[in-house]
């Protein structure tokens, strides 16, 4: 039986046990594992994982663990080396909404399969967000990120900071139900539509072409704006 010593840095110690946190792990294995293998087999999702370093020098994921080593693993950095396209998972509806909102592209549906999430990825590359870290794990996952808080709010929070995405918000770009870009539409083209106080008071119309919703400055905007300043303190 081989050991390898193992030490977690920042926010990789969220998905360690208690008394294993911000020390000294010996992690014993047989036969030939991964850095990756051991370092998920103690709960930490590769896509969270940065920069390693084996016996003090840098390492990769795929490094195969040899009896001794000392093994130190920093979170990924904040940023974002792909396209901010998201797909998340079924218990996630709130955040979707929510960075659709700032005009994030988020796949979303409340009854995916694993098996269609995996093919989602594979095509598209896009991001997972889950707070489920067995579905990080997965060998299709490329780019992802584990939510730590149950509040959808936190949870933006989170990604905005987690993949810096301050700077890149595009409100009243994408529909809320259905994700396709939002475009201008004549008032006189949707008329019939509107309720008598939303066309007394109100100029200015998105239509999605997908699913016709309609979208207007009113209560979206408001709440919009509100999760704007919410999640910028
Ligand atoms: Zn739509």
């Not at 509040?151 to 890149?168: C, W, Y």
């Not at 139900?177 to 006189?188: A, F, G």
């Not at 704007?228 to 303190?233: L, M, S």
Request: hydrophobic content about 35%.
């Amino acid at each position: 039986m081989s050991a390898a010593h193992f030490v977690f840095r920042g926010r990789l110690n969220d998905f360690l046990q208690r008394h294993q946190r911000d020390r000294e792990i010996v992690v014993h294995f047989r036969g030939r594992q991964s850095i990756k293998h051991l370092a998920e087999s103690l709960g930490v999702p590769h896509p969270e994982i940065g920069r390693i370093q084996v016996n003090g020098g840098d390492e990769t994921l795929g490094r195969i663990a040899q009896d001794g080593d000392r093994v130190e693993i920093h979170p990924i950095e904040d940023g974002c080396t792909v396209e901010p396209r998201f797909l998340l998972d079924c218990h996630l509806g709130r955040l979707t909404a929510h960075l659709r909102m700032l005009g994030f592209d988020c796949l979303y549906q409340n009854d995916y399969e694993d098996t269609q999430m995996a093919e989602i990825l594979q095509r598209e590359g896009r991001i997972l967000l889950t707070r489920d870290r067995r579905l990080l794990m997965r060998k299709v996952v490329q780019h992802g990120y584990c939510l730590r808080s149950l509040e959808p709010l936190e949870q933006l929070t989170e990604v905005i900071q987690r993949f810096n995405l301050a700077d890149k918000f595009h409100p009243f770009h994408r529909c809320l139900r259905c994700n396709h870009p939002l475009e201008p539409v004549d008032k006189s083209a949707i008329l019939d539509r509107l309720e008598p106080l939303t066309k007394k008071y109100f100029d200015e119309f998105h239509l999605c072409p997908a699913c016709g919703q309609v979208y207007w400055k009113g209560s979206h905007y408001e709440r919009m704006q509100k999760v704007i300043e919410e999640v910028a303190k």
